[in-house]
């Protein structure tokens, strides 16, 4: 499968503990997007990645959460102390620079948090 | 203020009937991209079409239709003689290149296609 993969897909978690979701992208793809998208709620901008660089964060993006993306390849998203209002579908996407128009989906990790 | 406006929340319909899906953009950028996806419960975001800001010509894909136009910020989606498949949320989105081209999502219209 050569599409963007997304790992967990479900994750369930007790209200104060810290998750980590990993997104590996297209490979080739410059820009790698993290989306937010709540019950009833369209996707929600969270930040993107330009090759290794965090170039936007939403206000979203609070305290409690970080993404990196290392060697401008696979990305992570942590939420540190998690609140039941995090649990969220967590979509992330990617594209080529030279193609920014296209943006290409992975399935998302559903977060719980109880 | 909402950059992605879909009015509908939800719309029923029965199978083979015609629907019409709703969305009003808003922006000042002059090039900008606009989108539609279907999202069914399994919660997968599944693409239908792409436009540019500077092709406002009107496509058909089989049962689906979209109708551009810039004059009235509006990016219309019709399903024709829908079926019970069609069920499903369906969000618009606009992409601007003025803003790292982050997608702004509408917050979707439910539709059900009753059989």
């Known amino acids: 499968d050569t599409g963007v993969s997304q790992d967990p897909r479900h994750k369930i978690t007790k209200r104060g503990q810290n998750v980590t979701f990993r997104c590996d992208p297209i490979?080739?793809?410059?820009?790698l997007y993290w989306y937010r998208q709540t019950l009833g709620q369209g996707p929600e901008f969270l930040t993107y990645?330009?090759?290794?660089?965090?170039?936007?964060k939403s206000r979203l993006l609070s305290d409690r959460f970080s993404a990196e993306r290392p060697k401008g390849s696979f990305s992570t998203l942590e939420i540190q102390r998690t609140e039941q209002g995090d649990s969220a579908m967590y979509l992330c996407?990617?594209?080529?620079?030279?193609?920014?128009?296209?943006?290409?989906f992975g399935p998302g990790t559903r977060l719980t948090v109880l | 203020a909402q950059k992605v406006t879909q009015a509908q929340t939800e719309i029923s319909v029965v199978e083979k009937e015609d629907v019409t899906l709703d969305c009003v953009y808003e922006?000042?950028?002059?090039?900008?991209?606009l989108f539609w996806y279907k999202q069914p419960p399994s919660g997968e975001l599944v693409f239908l079409i792409r436009?540019?800001?500077?092709?406002?010509q009107n496509e058909i894909s089989g049962r689906y239709s979209w109708n551009f136009q810039k004059s009235t910020s509006s990016f219309n989606f019709t399903i024709t003689a829908s079926q019970v498949v069609d069920s499903a949320v369906y969000f618009c989105?606009?992409?601007?290149?003025?803003?790292?081209?982050?997608?702004?999502f509408g917050t979707g219209t439910s539709l059900t296609v009753i059989p």
């Open positions: 996407a990617s594209s080529l620079i030279i193609a920014l128009d296209e943006q290409f």
């Open positions: 490979s080739e793809h410059n820009r």
């Open positions: 990645f330009q090759n290794e660089a965090q170039l936007e």
């Open positions: 922006t000042r950028d002059t090039t900008y991209y």
């Open positions: 436009r540019n800001s500077f092709d406002e």
């Open positions: 989105a606009l992409s601007e290149a003025g803003t790292g081209n982050q997608f702004y």
